[in-house]
């Protein structure tokens, strides 16, 4: 299966976590072995967190202005926003070799998540991919 770092970043955040059987646990963790990012793929697709920033303060406690711009300076923290950034090599799809029971396991995942509508904007390519059908009106073939 042919996928871009957004869609790898997808299916590991929505593979299942609990209430799954010993047997499912092993897919789970294989798949997401095989979708999540080596070390190398981190260094070429330059993958990142994106952390929070705060403003550097001087001794008095007040932000620090950078004379060119007029804003205050700032600085990384440690908290995480949550987000990820990569460059425009992740746009390009690669082969990741996804095995029987794992693609069972990501249509089941995608098929329940579509029924409880919580499947956002960015997975139209995944359920593409995959062959979800709208679990309210069938296959999109038929419009």
Same mark, same amino acid.
């Given at each position: 299966? #042919?996928?871009?770092?957004?869609?790898?970043?997808?299916?590991?955040?929505?593979?299942? #976590?609990?209430?799954i059987s010993i047997h499912t646990m092993r897919v789970v963790n294989e798949l997401g072995n095989t979708i999540g990012f080596s070390e190398a793929d981190l260094k070429k697709y330059e993958i #990142?967190?994106?952390?929070?920033?705060?403003?550097?303060?001087?001794?008095?406690?007040?932000?620090v202005i950078d004379k060119k711009t007029g804003k205050p300076k700032m600085r990384d923290t440690k908290k995480s926003t949550g987000k990820v950034q990569?460059?425009? #090599?992740?746009?390009?799809?690669?082969?990741?070799?996804i095995g029987e029971r794992g693609a069972e396991v990501i249509?089941?995942?995608l098929q329940r998540l579509s029924k409880e509508k919580k499947l956002g904007m960015q997975f139209l390519s995944l359920i593409e991919k995959f062959n979800i059908e709208d679990p309210e009106h069938g296959s999109d073939e038929s419009k």
């Open positions: 299966m #042919k996928l871009n770092v957004l869609e790898r970043l997808l299916l590991v955040s929505v593979l299942p #976590k609990d209430g #990142k967190d994106i952390v929070e920033q705060e403003p550097v303060l001087n001794n008095n406690g007040k932000p990569w460059n425009a #090599k992740g746009f390009e799809e690669v082969e990741i070799e249509v089941d995942t």
